[in-house]
């Protein structure tokens, strides 16, 4: 979707190594989201936003932490990567009512951790 | 909490033939439902949404899904399959909070 941009598209990284995956949009949108996708589970939420500096916690959370400091972009970051994080990441973003249109989702980042 | 059970990790049609995917849900308060298409190499697109208006949703490339409370389900269906229509689907629910809970996905093969 061209209102959504991941970058990078691809990243083979080391254990132990810091790792910084960018999200930016250019739709204005309040919410922000990061799944991450892997066989057999579907996607599951890692961190979301409401807004600038207003961040939360998913259900798959610990070893990640985010960060918002403009609307148009949601930075994801692996303080020291692992081998169980290997997976594609997906941004999402959404408008005010957004359970009554969903979301929109980036293209994905595939992170390989060796 | 809400979620979502997707029975059937891969189903397998023939082009031309019904296509049926199944979503069960679980909320404690009136859902809000999706269905996402994933193609390869790409990020998920919205099929449809139910939002309790009426309870047959027609969504695009002729899929349709209806909601069912007393079964608590919401399965997709397309009356004839095309090729292009292979790829993995994503049954959804949120509760009308900030998060969108996904299925864990089924995948589905068209056979000539």
């Known amino acids: 979707d061209a209102g959504i941009t991941q970058s990078p598209r691809h990243k083979v990284t080391e254990t132990g190594t810091p790792v910084t995956l960018r999200c930016h949009q250019t739709e204005n949108h309040r919410y922000m989201y990061w799944y991450r996708q892997d066989p057999g589970h579907g996607l599951r939420l890692i961190h979301y936003?409401?807004?600038?500096?207003?961040?939360d916690k998913g259900e798959v959370s610990d070893g990640y932490s985010v960060s918002r400091s403009k609307t148009e972009d949601f930075l994801l970051t692996l303080e020291s990567a692992t081998s169980s994080q290997t997976s594609v990441y997906f941004c999402?973003?959404?408008?005010?009512?957004?359970?009554?249109?969903?979301?929109?989702f980036g293209s994905g980042t595939r992170l390989t951790v060796v | 909490a809400q979620s979502v059970t997707q029975l059937g990790s891969h189903v397998s049609v023939s082009e031309g033939a019904l296509v049926l995917l199944r979503c069960n849900y679980s909320?404690?308060?009136?859902?809000?439902l999706f269905w996402y298409v994933q193609y390869p190499n790409q990020g998920l697109q919205l099929l449809l949404k139910y939002t309790s208006a009426a309870t047959l949703v027609k969504g695009i490339n002729g899929f349709e899904a209806e909601f069912k409370k007393s079964e608590t389900s919401f399965h997709l269906t397309k009356p004839s399959a095309h090729m292009s229509d292979a790829a993995e689907y994503f049954c959804?629910?949120?509760?009308?909070?900030?998060?969108?809970?996904f299925g864990k996905g089924t995948r589905l093969h068209i056979l000539p």
């Open positions: 959804a629910v949120s509760e009308g909070d900030d998060k969108i809970i």
């Open positions: 999402a973003i959404s408008e005010l009512d957004r359970t009554l249109v969903g979301y929109t």
């Open positions: 909320s404690s308060v009136p859902p809000y």
């Open positions: 936003s409401y807004g600038v500096k207003d961040t």
